[in-house]
């Protein structure tokens, strides 16, 4: 019980982080000076922003340290669903907030799978 309560807390925290640094970002893709690296930036820095933040307070409210393993399966879950809510945005097989929100359910319940393997 306490894996999921940690784990509820510290994906609500990192999720938050990560939109608001995707909040931050979006002004640069509409900025006179764009470049491509607004774009690399805008597309990579949120989930590694959340997963930092993640990886920090699920790190100290369990007591262990993340290692190699969750940043090797915590990438490629975040970046995987990440650009497949991208590309069905851009596709239009969904909206920016149907996709968000299916985004964030299932890194929840993937994430909540690795994080129990983590700890037990």
């Known amino acids: 019980m306490r894996v999921w309560i940690a784990y509820t807390i510290a994906f609500a925290l990192a ?3 990560a939109w608001f640094t995707q909040s931050l970002l979006v002004a640069a893709l509409f ?3 764009f470049s491509a690296t607004a774009l690399l930036a805008n597309w990579a820095l949120p989930p590694l922003s959340g997963m930092s933040v993640f990886a920090l307070i699920f ?5 262990v340290q993340m290692g190699l393993r969750f940043w ?3 990438l490629l879950l975040c970046f995987g669903v ?3 809510m991208l590309a069905g945005i851009f596709v239009g097989i969904f909206t920016v907030v149907e996709g968000t929100i ?3 359910a299932l890194t929840f319940i993937l994430g909540g799978v690795l994080a129990r393997r ?3």
């Open 102 to 104: 299916a985004a964030l």
């Open 59 to 63: 790190g100290l409210m369990m007591g």
């Open 82 to 84: 990440y650009a497949v």
């Open 15 to 17: 999720a938050g982080t």
């Open 31 to 33: 900025a006179p000076a």
């Open 118 to 120: 983590l700890v037990s």
């Open 72 to 74: 090797a399966a915590a």
